[in-house]
């Protein structure tokens, strides 16, 4: 296991280094510095932003969800409490469907939520 994290720290090291005019931007590349961080539902708990998006809101994404389970609606409560000021759902037809998250988007219609259609 170590041998893959150092494995991939070098990578990322590498990475942030290419092109970078000097440590302070390799360093700021290495951290993320002015990056949007993407991550797992589970993975945000503890953490706050302005803003999150939840890219995917449906049944390919949330395929562990089952309508009634309280303990998939706790999760989707965990990633929604992130957001300071606001949340993005974005939803792709083409994507996937909305049969299983049915219970997820109407409890968003119930808070007030408008959908909007792009």
Known sequence: MLQIILK???IHFFASADGAPNWAACLDAF???NQIPMMTVHKSK???YDTIIFVGLDDR???AHTP???????AFFLAL???KQRAIFAFCQQRGKRNNVAEL????????????EI
């Open 105 to 116: 988007y109407q409890l968003l219609t119930d808070a007030g939520v408008p959908e909007i």
């Open 68 to 74: 009634g389970d309280p303990e998939s609606v706790a």
């Open 8 to 10: 991939a720290f070098c």
């Open 31 to 33: 951290e993320g510095v």
């Open 61 to 63: 994404a949330w395929w």
């Open 81 to 83: 409490s992130r957001a």
């Open 46 to 48: 503890g953490l706050e």
